[in-house]
């Protein structure tokens, strides 16, 4: 069994949600860039991230999320940075793990429109404010190998 039929065998086993995230870069002449965004409930900054649904890879959601959150087209990575887990609050308040599996996705275009502009902040910054920025320390290193990995 692959790590990853292993991880979604885990993930059924003890209820874990399985989502899949995008870190959104771009080189630019001062330096390499990620893009943050909000979430849409607590105002922290996150990736775009989200649901892997039957039909799709992680790497397919990635790039869906990517766009729907943050309004980016652009080239996802070959194979992901890592796995990082955090605790997703339910709507019922309840807290639930999450693992997810998060890919480099070099920005090709930022639309002005797209489905959740409206409910999110997006700012682009260096590597390190990034690493600085997230709640979960998984992604911080995350953040922090994809600038030693680009």
Do not use: C
Request: proline share 5%; glycine share 10%; aromatic share 8%.
């Amino acid at each position: 069994m692959n790590h990853l039929a292993a991880l979604s065998e885990l993930n059924r086993e003890a209820q874990i949600v399985r989502q899949a995230g995008a870190i959104p870069y771009r080189r630019m002449p001062e330096g390499l860039r990620v893009l943050l965004i909000t979430s849409r409930d607590t105002g922290r900054w996150v990736i775009p991230k989200g649901h892997v649904e039957k039909d799709q890879t992680a790497a397919m959601a990635a790039a869906t999320e990517a766009y729907e959150e943050a309004g980016l087209v652009g080239v996802m990575g070959d194979f992901p940075l890592g796995f990082y887990t955090y605790g997703k609050r339910l709507r019922s308040g309840a807290v639930q793990p999450a693992t997810v599996e998060v890919y480099g996705f070099e920005v090709a275009v930022q639309m002005k429109k797209w489905p959740e502009r409206k409910f999110r902040r997006l700012e682009w910054m260096d590597v390190a404010t990034a690493a600085g920025l997230v709640h979960e320390p998984g992604l911080s290193v995350l953040l922090l190998r994809l600038g030693e990995v680009i």
